[in-house]
């Protein structure tokens, strides 16, 4: 943590600034409470930056990452969590069934579904998607907001092991 803390602004958001997808503005935010005690305060800092956010700013966050088990354009990081638990492996049928699913789900909710995929498999993931789908609104948004720390949190595990 000396080493992070004595980066500047610039510095720590390049380091730092994608373990939220396509939201740096987590880590810039985070930047002002410097000095951090642990990679956990450092993480539980950049979770109160999100949950401080308006509800504008925390929805252009889950709609920034990509849907799960489709082809669509998305960041080396995802595509390396989506291949560690077979999602780039789908055959024809699970294929077409998870493009089937994230349509639904972004339909019903306006974000896509999010899930930490470390550690699952596309079985895992398609029968929570298959679950998830039955949640209200809300429950939806709060599961959500909690999988994209759950991500943030094994990203930043790689980057300080």
Not at 39 to 61: C, F, G, P
Not at 74 to 98: I, N, P
Not at 137 to 158: H, P, Q, S
Request: aromatic fraction near 12%; proline fraction near 2%.
């Amino acid at each position: 943590m000396e080493e992070v803390n004595q980066m500047n602004k610039e510095e720590f958001v390049q380091k730092v600034g994608w373990v939220f997808e396509h939201s740096p503005w987590v880590t810039a935010e985070a930047w002002d409470c410097m000095p951090f005690e642990s990679r956990e305060n450092l993480l539980q800092t950049m979770i109160s930056v999100v949950q401080n956010a308006d509800e504008t700013k925390q929805l252009a966050l889950l709609r920034a990452h990509p849907d799960l088990g489709t082809r669509l354009q998305m960041s080396k990081v995802s595509q390396k969590e989506q291949a560690g638990a077979g999602l780039d492996r789908l055959s024809k049928e699970e294929f077409e069934e998870f493009v089937s699913l994230n349509k639904m789900y972004v339909n019903k909710f306006e974000f896509p579904f999010i899930m930490a995929v470390k550690g699952q498999s596309k079985e895992t993931i398609l029968a929570a998607m298959k679950q998830r789908f039955h949640n209200s609104y809300e429950e939806e948004y709060n599961i959500a907001l909690r999988e994209v720390f759950k991500i943030a949190e094994f990203r930043l595990n790689d980057i300080f092991s």
